[in-house]
């Protein structure tokens, strides 16, 4: 059962939604995760998901800072699983609570660590909770008190940066359009996410066209190459190759995370 739901109007420039996701049944096999265009802090108040991580699977936290993905990550489901997560706004954790994402080197940090007792009790609230939207109460709490006391101002780049379809404008119109420099726009965005502005665009291109082949597994990889604005297949094979660590002909889309 996936929920989704829209923050709070004050809540919007920071934060895009929040999910809640329960599965009775896990999975026997490992699931891919691809690289999507998000940053968020997860919850798992029940059983928690072991991801591969150097070599092996680990468990994760009751709660994880998650930065942009640059590549595929594998985990195991368990029985009764849960998570509930709270979507930022691209920028929007770092203009939130002050922090550069480019500090998480591996892309994800256990939160409470970072965010401190405040966050525990959030997390506390959300394992004690009975349904999807006690959590968001819970969490919308705890957002607009921080949102009171914000760290950084909204600034051009921030409206720059969540415009649909970022991936088919140059860098030269982008850092016009947040009146930056080329420079001080790479530097920017990748205080706000953890990555350049480049392979932002390469992961909303990749994701755009991994979607669409869930969605019609009988599209062609030639049809969706320009559908989605890629030069050539030569292009999309380079980025699907470093995202997912294998080609198209041997990804296992039928247990793969794409959204």
Same mark, same amino acid.
């Given at each position: 059962?996936?929920?989704?739901?829209?923050?709070?109007?004050?809540? @919007?420039?920071?934060?895009?939604?929040?999910?809640?996701?329960?599965?009775?049944?896990? !999975?026997?096999?490992?699931?891919?995760?691809?690289?999507?265009?998000?940053? =968020?802090?997860?919850?798992?108040?029940?059983?928690?998901?072991?991801?591969? /991580?150097?070599?092996?699977?680990?468990?994760?936290? &009751?709660? =994880?800072?998650?930065?942009?993905?640059?590549?595929?990550?594998?985990?195991?489901?368990?029985?009764?699983?849960?998570?509930?997560?709270?979507?930022?706004?691209?920028?929007?954790?770092?203009?939130?609570?002050?922090?550069?994402?480019?500090?998480?080197?591996?892309?994800?940090? $256990? *939160?409470?660590?970072?965010?401190?007792?405040?966050? @525990?009790?959030?997390?506390?609230?959300?394992?004690? !909770? *009975?349904?999807?939207?006690?959590?968001?109460?819970?969490? $919308? @709490?705890?957002?607009?008190?921080?949102? !009171?006391?914000?760290?950084? @101002?909204?600034?051009?780049?921030?409206?720059?940066?969540?415009?649909?379809?970022?991936?088919?404008?140059?860098?030269?119109?982008?850092? !016009?359009?947040?009146?930056?420099?080329?420079?001080?726009?790479?530097?920017?965005?990748? *205080?706000?996410?953890?990555?350049?502005?480049? /392979?932002?665009?390469?992961?909303?291109?990749?994701?755009? =066209?991994?979607?669409?082949?869930?969605?019609?597994?009988?599209?062609?990889? *030639?049809?969706?190459?320009?559908?989605?604005?890629?030069?050539?297949?030569?292009?999309?094979?380079?980025?699907?190759?470093?995202?997912?660590?294998?080609?198209?002909?041997?990804?296992?889309? &039928?247990?793969?995370?794409?959204?």
């Amino acid at each position: 059962m996936l929920l989704k739901k829209s923050p709070h109007p004050g809540l @919007k420039q920071f934060i895009k939604e929040y999910w809640y996701l329960y599965l009775s049944k896990g !999975s026997s096999v490992p699931l891919s995760n691809t690289p999507t265009p998000e940053e =968020a802090i997860y919850f798992y108040p029940k059983n928690k998901p072991a991801v591969f /991580i150097d070599g092996k699977f680990g468990q994760t936290p &009751d709660t =994880a800072i998650i930065r942009q993905q640059t590549q595929r990550v594998d985990m195991l489901v368990p029985d009764d699983y849960l998570m509930f997560k709270i979507i930022f706004q691209t920028g929007g954790f770092h203009r939130l609570f002050g922090i550069p994402l480019s500090l998480f080197s591996k892309g994800y940090i $256990e *939160t409470i660590g970072v965010l401190g007792n405040p966050i @525990k009790e959030l997390n506390e609230q959300i394992i004690n !909770s *009975t349904n999807f939207e006690e959590m968001v109460l819970y969490a $919308e @709490k705890y957002l607009v008190n921080k949102v !009171s006391n914000f760290k950084i @101002k909204q600034q051009p780049i921030d409206f720059v940066i969540n415009q649909a379809q970022l991936y088919q404008y140059s860098l030269d119109k982008l850092a !016009s359009d947040a009146c930056l420099s080329n420079r001080q726009f790479e530097r920017n965005f990748l *205080t706000r996410t953890g990555v350049s502005p480049k /392979i932002y665009q390469r992961i909303l291109k990749f994701n755009q =066209a991994m979607k669409l082949k869930k969605e019609a597994p009988n599209q062609t990889w *030639t049809n969706i190459t320009y559908s989605v604005g890629y030069f050539d297949q030569m292009h999309l094979l380079r980025d699907f190759k470093q995202f997912t660590n294998t080609v198209p002909t041997t990804f296992d889309f &039928d247990n793969a995370i794409i959204y």
